[in-house]
């Protein structure tokens, strides 16, 4: 592969996605149907994701608030971790079927496991004597759930929606496998879409994906309380948040 | 139903093999569906897929271990490093695997060797980040003492820093490694093989998913079981509780 | 290896963008198998001194010479094997086992096998821990104390000229803390070696120290003097606010009940003869007899009921609490008695036997005539 064959192959791919190709039959790929793919992609991971969050959140933060169910919330990113995206959507085809709504439920299920360790390790990571103190003062308990530790909790659980988003538009991409067209489309119905719109679409994934991650990093640290922030800018190194350690320290060994 | 499925499915898979099915429970095959006699006649055909698997597995956290070993020992003593690093694993970290994978094909080609790059390069930051947090989480006063007794700053590493931050390595090699499970699986894109190629040649067919799916649970499972014991094996101190 | 000579040689220390330097042109000597103890106010610089010994802080100006010869001739690994080295937060590698962690140093030195278990076992024993049952423990087995006798264990481990240890029993409770430092003054009774001890609690000072330089900020040396010409002849302002307006009663750490006149009261065996006893009575300062078992461990005072008949029964008026020992310093003695509302108390060795009676009125009486003279010592007086 020479260089400028390989910007080549890139710069068509590039130019696939913005300009788009007539197919033998005459239909039109690349282009605005890209778009069309992109916005179909864009829809399923955000109602995969909305649902998840819906079930996640709440279930973690009251797991973590009455401080049960550890096992179960930690156990549920080792189990999902290891279970493969393809496996599971293919089970759910086999299953169940095409369809927009058992892919979504497949993605859904995707997704749940880091948002809800992420939830329940935010709130239990709460100190506790923040939460008797709103207790203290009188608060009802879901109150304090509401207004204590979810704000604190909010950072952690960016992260995990961070983590699951990112998993769930990479998985979106074989979304087609199960009837439903996203981007995936020109890497699994390569024919039509050629090696060029295979390459487009790969871009344009990672594309999305990068894009989202640093978006939603941002809204992350944008809902890091300030007064987090500079806890753990005081004491620890820049580039993490919550290493400390300190010469002087009597702690056993 | 059946044939509308099939027929739906048939042009996209038209270019990778259909599996055939031998004769077993006829009828429950015919159906799809979940086959036990089938899976017991048929259990050698996922063998190579396995195998194939276990290798991309265990190549591509292997060369990421070693990488990320490299980087974390370097920025170890040039700590300024650490964030830019962190910076461009974590995108390698984010870009879909299966998008690296054809982002690749251009330049390296169809088969292993691609899937194994985009594997290590999945595996970086979380092998890197942590083993750069066991290294910062040694306590202070271990290494104070250490230095003024007269350990060299390589020396301190090796025989102290290094041991202590073991069990945060290996969890993270535990993350990686159950991680890459999955994402192999679909290394059968980059032409690698793998337990993915069996899964998608016959998506439909609940018993071959199953088995196949299950396989790359199961690998997942003891891989992480192994480095599990591994790790209490070379750190016995962690469980020495005071008597 | 023979205890060596320290000699801080206008030492400075100055930290890049600080005005004014944490360590100001210290000058002081320590004798071989002394120890001087660095005593100051936080922040006056006394670790900061310390650690320049060792290079594990810069020296910016001045010097610090080891039997002679500057520390920094050597590369800064190689000098520290040379020194004994214990911290506050005692630092065992938490891998390593306990036999592991003391033979850190003799590893490095290259030391065969069989050189380094002995020495192990050797120094296990001499800080008061059973090799067999600690050599491979864990630290996170130990306790605070048994850890910070393995921390000084590690520090002798090569037998080095010089020991250099920064509030070593700091992480200590007080009552441990009490028996690690007597156990430490033992040790060092026997090995001799040339100690920088660094503290920020004037009692320790007085009690640890051969040499005390007590330090005010900057590290600048308002005294260094033996612990009785601090206490009796403070120089200057600071030094006396330091030490604190109780002199007079730390005067009684600086003796140790060995070290006064006891009384002798009557010994009694249960089956003894009663007659032998009581005729003890008369050469003794206190009438009451006490009470030994066949080791002559103190087990109580006798009633009169115990003397009625022709042996001596074990009927008790008192238990023999508080039981001193000869190492103890007068002034913990002199707590005890106190807190046990009692007069006087049973002495007894190392071993446990009786060796005689502390009584309040002895302690004063070995006051009133004491003589401390203060040695003639470099005190360098500043107003």
């Known amino acids: 592969m020479t260089p400028l064959a390989f910007l080549g192959q890139f710069g068509e791919a590039i130019q696939f996605i913005f300009e788009g190709q007539t197919t033998r039959e005459g239909t039109q790929v690349g282009g605005s149907q890209f778009l069309e793919l992109t916005v179909d992609h864009v829809k399923l991971s955000v109602v995969a994701m909305v649902i998840a969050c819906a079930l996640a959140i709440p279930l973690g933060i009251w797991l973590g608030h009455i401080r049960r169910g550890s096992f179960l919330a930690i156990s549920a990113s080792n189990v999902g971790r290891a279970v493969p995206s393809l496996a599971l959507i293919a089970f759910f085809v086999a299953y169940l079927g095409v369809g927009f709504t058992n892919v979504t439920l497949a993605l859904v299920l995707l997704a749940i496991p880091p948002i809800l360790t992420n939830a329940y390790v935010g709130v239990t990571q709460v100190h506790r004597e923040t939460v008797d103190a709103a207790r203290g003062m009188g608060m009802t308990e879901a109150r304090i759930a509401l207004r204590v530790e979810l704000p604190l909790a909010l950072p952690l659980i960016f992260g995990g929606i961070r983590i699951s988003a990112v998993n769930v538009i990479a998985t979106a991409t074989i979304a087609p496998l199960a009837g439903v067209t996203t981007l995936g489309d020109a890497i699994i119905n390569v024919s039509g879409y050629g090696d060029v719109g295979r390459l487009a679409a790969a871009i ?25 922030k500079l806890e753990r800018g005081g004491r620890a190194r820049s580039w993490r948040s919550n290493v400390s350690t300190k010469i002087g320290r009597t702690a056993s060994p | 139903m059946v044939s509308a499925t099939v027929a739906a499915l048939a042009a996209p898979l038209a270019q990778v093999q259909l599996r055939d099915r031998s004769a077993g429970d006829a009828g429950c095959v015919a159906d799809d569906g979940f086959c036990p006699g089938w899976i017991a006649e048929n259990l050698d055909r996922y063998v190579d897929p396995l195998l194939q698997h276990v290798y991309l597995v265990l190549a591509s956290v292997a060369v990421g271990f070693a990488i990320s070993f490299a980087l974390a020992l370097y920025a170890h003593r040039h700590r300024w490093l650490i964030a830019p690093i962190v910076q461009v694993t974590g995108i390698l970290y984010t870009l879909p695997s299966i998008a690296v994978f054809f982002l690749l094909l251009p330049l390296t080609g169809r088969g292993s060797l691609t899937a194994i790059i985009a594997l290590v390069a999945y595996s970086l930051l979380i092998i890197f980040r942590n083993i750069t947090t066991g290294l910062d989480n040694v306590p202070e006063e271990a290494r104070d003492a250490g230095r003024g007794m007269g350990l060299t700053d390589r020396q301190l590493l090796w025989r102290v820093e290094l041991p202590l931050a073991l069990p945060e390595i ?24 793998g337990l993915g190629e069996q899964i998608f040649a016959d ?13 790359a649970v199961l690998l997942a499972a003891v891989l992480d079981a192994a480095i599990l014991l591994a790790q209490r094996a070379i750190t016995p101190w962690t469980r020495a509780r005071a008597t | ?105 003799p590893k490095l030195l290259r030391w065969d096998r069989d050189r380094i278990r002995t020495r192990v076992d050797e120094l296990l024993a001499l800080v008061q821990l059973d090799p067999d049952e600690t050599r491979d423990r864990y630290p996170a087995q130990l306790s605070g104390g048994q850890r910070q006798r393995v921390g000084v264990a590690r520090a002798l481990a090569v037998d080095p000229p010089l020991m250099l240890m920064d509030e070593p029993f700091g992480a200590i409770d007080p009552i441990n803390r009490e028996k690690l430092q007597n156990e430490f003054l033992r040790l060092q009774h026997e090995i001799r070696k040339t100690i920088v001890f660094v503290t920020h609690d004037i ?26 010409e601090l206490l009796m002849a403070p120089a200057g302002r600071f030094v006396e606010d330091f030490v604190g307006a109780d002199r007079a009663l730390k005067r009684l750490a600086l003796q140790r009940v060995r070290d006064i006149d006891l009384w002798r009261a009557p010994i009694a065996q249960a089956g003894d003869p009663v007659a032998a006893v009581r005729a003890q009575t008369a050469d003794c300062d206190l009438p009451y007899p006490l009470l030994v078992d066949g080791d002559r461990r103190p087990l109580g005072w006798l009633s009169e009921a115990a003397l009625a008949g022709e042996t001596v029964t074990a009927d008790l008026r008192s238990d023999a609490q508080p039981v001193v020992e000869l190492d103890d310093v007068l002034r913990d003695a002199l707590s005890d008695l106190l807190q046990h509302e009692t007069q006087y108390g049973p002495v007894v060795d190392a071993r446990g036997a009786v060796a005689g009676v502390l009584s309040i009125e002895a302690i004063g009486h070995a006051l009133q005539h004491s003589d401390a003279v203060p040695k003639a010592a470099d005190a360098v007086v500043e107003g």
Request: glycine fraction near 10%.
């Open chain 2, 170 to 193: 290996m969890a993270g090699l535990r993350i990686a490694t159950t991680t890459t499970v999955g994402l192999a699986t679909l290394a059968f894109f980059a032409g690698a093989g």
């Open chain 3, 203 to 228: 009692d320790e000072a007085i009690k640890m120290g051969d040499r005390i330089a007590v330090l005010r900020q900057g590290g600048h040396l308002a005294q260094y003097a033996p612990p009785a």
């Open chain 3, 1 to 105: 290896m023979d205890a060596a000579t320290l000699v801080f040689d206008e030492a400075t220390k100055t930290y890049p963008g600080q005005s004014e330097p944490a360590v100001d042109r210290l000058s002081l000597e320590v004798g071989a198998g002394e120890i001087c103890v660095l005593v100051g106010p936080s922040g006056c610089g006394k670790t900061t001194a310390m650690r320049m010994v060792n290079r594990m802080i810069d020296i910016t100006s001045g010097d610090i010479l080891l039997d002679g010869a500057s520390v920094t001739e050597r590369a800064p690994a190689e000098l520290r094997r040379q020194i004994g080295y214990a911290i506050q937060q005692i630092g065992l590698f938490p891998h390593l086992t306990i036999a592991e962690n003391v033979a850190t140093v």
């Open chain 2, 203 to 215: 998506i439909n067919f609940k018993s071959n998913v199953v088995v196949a799916g299950g396989l």
């Open chain 1, 204 to 228: 344009s994934v990672a594309v999305l994906a990068v894009v989202t991650e640093l978006a939603l990093g941002a809204v992350q640290r944008a809902v890091t309380p300030r007064g987090i």
